[in-house]
């Protein structure tokens, strides 16, 4: 992937950005109210062309927060032709599993065994704010499907944002592998490289992103 040129990035809601990923495609993402809130949308085309895009809420995959170095790193272009969706907000409901270290073994007996420590450790809980309040509920694993539309607690930021989107482009839907790993569930091999990003800088260029530092 190219090395980015632009070391400033200006926020205006409602701006509507292509991202080219490390696979060649495109997608689309939408600035939201509050800095660096956006939305995502299951938009995937292999030319930077959208002229005939409407994006609602329908085509949504999920809304987050990311991190400045995410919109200075990666590979934005802006779509003046694309107008935003008017009915998408950002979701401030939460999955917390928690705050502990914890180290993962994944694809365990396989040649692909790979460890990992990451934040969390279970169990998980859902996150509300109520009253400037935060509320927790427990939620089973069992409970994963009832809580696809709700993103792990937490911001994102380059080069691992970037893997994921690549990832719901190709499997068609919102991937999420850390959630998913959260909630014990299989890991498709295509994950591996998330991990990794998520794991160390190191692998950065291995995967086609930008060195930071």
């Not at 070391?7 to 495609?25: A, H, T, Y």
């Not at 995502?40 to 292999?46: G, H, P, S, V």
């Not at 400037?132 to 380059?158: C, D, R, W």
């Amino acid at each position: 992937m190219a090395t980015s040129t632009a070391k400033r990035f200006i926020w205006k809601s409602g701006k509507v950005l292509s991202l080219r990923l490390r696979n060649g495609q495109h997608t689309l993402l939408q600035l939201l109210d509050g800095k660096w809130r956006f939305a995502a949308f299951n938009i995937f085309r292999d030319r930077d062309e959208w002229d005939d895009v409407y994006l609602s809420a329908e085509s949504l995959l999920f809304t987050n927060i990311a991190v400045k170095q995410f919109f200075i790193e990666s590979e934005l272009t802006p779509q003046k032709g694309v107008a935003p969706a008017s009915d998408v907000h950002h979701e401030e409901d939460r999955i917390s599993a928690g705050d502990t270290p914890t180290k993962y073994r994944l694809w365990k007996d396989s040649p692909n065994e790979f460890d990992i420590t990451l934040i969390g450790g279970g169990p998980n809980r859902l996150r509300k704010i109520v009253d400037y309040n935060e509320l927790f509920t427990p939620i089973a694993n069992s409970e994963y499907e009832e809580y696809l539309h709700i993103e792990m607690k937490g911001v994102q930021n380059y080069p691992y944002l970037n893997e994921r989107l690549m990832l719901c482009g190709e499997f068609g839907c919102n991937a999420d592998p850390k959630k998913e790993l959260m909630f014990d569930r299989h890991l498709p091999l295509e994950y591996r490289p998330y991990f990794e990003l998520l794991a160390h800088t190191d692998n950065y260029e291995k995967y086609g992103y930008n060195p930071l530092g």
